[in-house]
């Protein structure tokens, strides 16, 4: 479970992001750069953390045209991250082009290829909100959910990003193999100030429900003591892998 914790570094301070690494050296192994680190500190956050020898998600969510977003996921293969995401709703041959073009990339360089992740419905859109974006018309939202899911399944991406409490519901739609990865994790003893996750769950429950990897921010990054925080989620998920079988 230990390689199954993401710590999201969403910081604008270089040596507090480097201390926070430091301090959970030989615990986390894989960190999430998203776009508030990567906007302030470009490329030399990620050599920073590759040179750590740390995993990374690289979290910057594209949407664009098909040529666009297939020519970023080369550029962000090039980088050396192990996981991409990219917006569902950007449509099937987006997707499609996304994950040819991460997987030629490899080939040609006789690299890993990158994990390709789809962003389905942010959590901060509620359903009331979707209807009015969309029109009455427009399927539930976990219907949506589903169905992006499954669109990004069939497009040969590797997995998803999905709230705690979608997972069940993907699983049974897209089966044991599309990765989930889950923010909004929260230990109840771990109180954040002006949090803004509504529909947490904690550790234990997300792993138990079928997450494979979790993605933890302030949590970890505001706790006073952040290697005391990044164990204490490591001993739930091992307790909430425990609890699935
Ligand atoms: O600090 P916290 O644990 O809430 O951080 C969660 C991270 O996961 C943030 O970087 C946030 O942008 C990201 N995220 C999320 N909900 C989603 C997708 C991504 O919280 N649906």
Known sequence: MKDRLIVSLDLRDLGQIKEI???LRGIVSFYKIGAIPFTFFGIDV??????????VMFDLKYHDIPNTVARACEAASQLGVDFITLHTSG?????????KATLMHAEMNKSPAPKLLGITILTSLDEAYLKDL???????????VVFLADLARSAGLDGVVASPHEIRLIRE????????VTPGVRLKEIAVSGDDQARTMTPKQAVQQGADYLVVGRPIV?????????QQIIKEM???????T
């Open 91 to 99: 449509g099937f041959t987006m997707l499609e082009d996304a994950v």
């Open 238 to 244: 091992e307790d909430g892998h425990r609890a699935r």
């Open 134 to 144: 969309y029109g009455e018309t427009t399927r539930s939202l976990s219907e949506q």
């Open 46 to 55: 990620i050599k920073m953390l590759k040179d750590e020898g740390v995993r």
């Open 222 to 230: 505001k706790a006073a003591d952040p290697r005391h925080a990044a």
């Open 173 to 180: 739609a897209c089966g044991k193999d599309l990765v989930i």
């Open 21 to 23: 690494v430091a301090s």
